[in-house]
Structures are given as C-alpha cells and as structure tokens.
C-alpha cells in the first residue's frame, strides 16, 4: 500500500475535484466510505437537475474547526493522502476501505486521545486510478474539534510507517522495497502519464529506466556502459563537475524525438535511485573514470547477427538460464552472493524485454521493472560480493545484446524460450526473497512473477512482432554462444567460479 500526502488551503476545492470526473476521467461513482461521523450523514447528495454534486454541507463541517481556530490556525490544513494499491493486489470492497481508513488515520494520530480531541475527515473513494490501482482518498482538518492547530511533524515518514502496519493487518502484500531502506524510484507525474495515454506508448521514463539498466547487464566498465546506451539510440549527455569541467559527475537520457521536437531529458537518479551515477559507479570500484570528452565520443561497436547464427544464440542462452535457475535451487538464503543475483537477474530481465517487446509494453516489460524493485539495494550499501552466478547471467546478457531482436515469427518462437527460462528464474528468485524474509522484496518480485506465470502456464507468445530488415546490415559476426554453467561441488555460499 503505497500513501502519497499533500497539503492545501481548500477544502471545497479538494470535494469537487474528489467528486468531478478526473483528469482521466476515472472518478467514477464516488462515495464515502469512512469518516469522523456517519457517512449517511456526512455524505453529499448528488442533484438530479444537472447530476452534480451538493458538497457545501460537507465542506462547512470539516472548515469549522479550522474556522474555530481562527489565527491560530494551519495555514495549509488540509491534509490529503491518497493510499493506493498495485494493480496485482486487485481491489477492497467498501467496508475493507472504510476499516483501513479509520485505523490509518487513528495510527497518524488524527482521532485524538484522551487527553485531545481529534479532527475531523473522511476517506473518499471512486475509480480505479488512470493507472489501474485501487485506492482511497483521505481529507483531514488540521484543527481538532475544540479549535486547536494541529502542527505536524515527519507526517510523511510516518504514514509510511503506518502503511507498514496495515499492509500486516490486514493481509495486503507488500510490493515497495524503498520502505524496506532500498534506493527509491520517483513515482510517475501526472503529465507523463497523460501523453503516455494518448500516445499509446510507454512513458518515456519508464523505457529509459529499462533501456539503462539493459545497458548495465554484463558490462565490465562505465564506458562500456556509456557505449551501449548509445548503441540503443538513446541520447546520453555527461554532467560535469564545476570544479573540474573534465570530470563527469552525473548524466542524463532522453529518448530520440519522433518529429521536430526536443527530447525530454532524464537525470539517472529520476529514473531509479540505484541508477544514479554514484550508484552505478559502485560496480567498478577501482576503475579510471572517462572523462566528459570520452563520454561525448563512446560510440557502441555491437552489431546484430542474422539469421541461424541469432536463433544458436538464444537457444544456447536458454539452456543457460535453466542450468542457472537449477543452480539458485540450491543456494542457501544467506548466500554472499544473493545481491549480486537479483542485480544481475533484473538487469537481465530488463535485457529480455528489450529483445521480445520493443514496443515497452506488455508482460516482460512490467516485470522487469518490477523484479528491478525487488533487487534495490539498501541506499548506503557497498557494492555487492562478486558472484560466480552474476557473471553466468552477465555472459548470458551480453550474447543476448549481440543477438539484438527477433526479426519474423520463426525467430521469435525460438527466441520463447529465453523468456520461458527468464520467467523461471523470476519465480527462482520470488522464492529466494520469500526464504529470505524480505517482505517488501518478495512482494516485488512475487509481482514480478505474476506477470510472468501465464507464459509458464500456457506457453503464449508474448513477442513482439518487429519488420524484416533490409537485406544490408552489418558484417556477419562469430556467434556468441553461451557455455552452459556447470554446477559447482562447493558449498552454495561458496565463491569459486565454475567456469574457471
């Protein structure tokens, strides 16, 4: 469950927009479900000569603390939160809602104690959001009944904290890593979301947050890296340090612009908070940094296969996953090498997508997002212990990169099965983060598999179809094959890498 808090001055402007139509038009049968009185009584009637809504009542009655406290008063009283579901999670009924708001709002404080009187609210809800979550809307005046200000104080923190609480309570999974201490991902912006929606396309956002972390997946060094953004097409543009004009401290991404406009450019760490520049310079702890003038010149020297030589690549690369999804089986939960995994897995998975689902949309593509919130590392985390794993996943990545995407329908039934196997070892690792008792990791990536447990299932064909190229391209290429791991005979925790 995820709370979002903002402050206003409004209290009718907030009703009429909570019982108007939405900027998606998702407000939908709005109603009442909780609040400090009965909700018969609180709730507002709704006209029958233009089917508006009559919200004066209910705004004077949450004013009129506010009202009594006069100067006193919080400038911004009113405290909105919206608290919101995954879509994976599905949706509540009233009466589940109406239990969650009265305990959250009680958990925040709100309610008063006996020695306080408490605020008024009430808990709104209608529609699913534009972006399929179930969720509710909570309105409170920062002013108790008696005319008292209520000033609060790390109120954001808190209902996280409180969100924690009735995610346990109330049996609701836990799909949020950042809470658990993990770098964050900014949310998406209203606007985004909207030229998403008429577009038809992914947010750009969210296919740069792929395309990078795609990029990291078994590179040996931040100019390889650098290189391979470039190599997809996207736009990279180092940020220098104003003490030292060579030396690159940030970046920032943008997509190619589809007509005459200007891209819209990204910093790393608004993407997700693990790809921001320090974040990712954690890989390579020892390595020379390029510099500004090495970054503006890094050009990509991958080039695709054709043909049979694309499909040995894939084939060999899902005997490779199977082996590796085989060899997590047997890997003790306490493993050194568990972080290294879920990086390289996400990281890989972010690779698949990249391959099967040019587009940006559809199940791959929400899982490797997903999955990349399940591996978030904690903030000031050193760098993961090197795993003999990571690097099987790695190699299995680069050849992927090499192999580029399906080109007909024969190519894309072979490519399946490296979906099929990533899909694997996507439920591999929900059971590792499960085992592990990381609630809000293995909610992730149990959302992660979710997305995937059709193909496994049925086996459907999740790839994009993508145009034939022209008959020129690049030079023939030696075929990257991936040896298949050998399972070690070392204990699980163990460091020796089979491949040596």
Known sequence: MIPKVTYGARVRGLLEYLWGPGKAEEHINPHLVAGYDDVVLLA???RE????????????RLDAPQIAAGERGVQQYVWQCSLSLPAQEGQLDDETWGRIAGRFVAEMGFTGDAGRAGCRWVAVRHGLSAKGNDHVHLVVTL????GAPVWLRQDKRRSQQVADLLEDEFGLGKWT??????????????????RARRSGQAPDR?????????????????AVWVARMKGTGLLV??????KDPSQVVGYAVALQPAGPGTPTWYAGRSLDGDLSLPQVRKRWPEAERPSVGQWK????TESSLRGEDRMAVWRSSAAALEAISDR????????PQWPAVARASAELLARVAAATEPSGRGPMSRAADTLARAAAPPRRAPAPAASSVARELGRVADALLVAGHARDGGEAAVLLAVVVQAARLVVALAELRAAQQQAHAAGAAAAAAAHLTPLLQSGAHLVDQVPVPNQGGPPQQPVPTVPSPVRPRVDPNGERDPQR
């Open 44 to 46: 507002p009637q709704q």
């Open 49 to 60: 000569h233009d089917g508006g809504w009559s919200l004066e009542a209910l705004a004077a």
């Open 143 to 146: 002013a108790t009944e008696d």
């Open 177 to 194: 890593p950042g809470r658990a201490g993990a770098t964050k991902r900014p949310e998406l912006n209203r606007p985004e979301v909207d």
């Open 206 to 222: 969210e296919l740069l947050r792929r395309q990078v972390r795609a990029a990291l997946a078994g590179a040996g060094s931040e």
């Open 237 to 242: 543009a180092p940020r220098a340090s104003a």
């Open 297 to 300: 010149t890094a050009d990509s």
């Open 328 to 335: 997590l089986a047997g890997m003790a939960p306490d493993s």
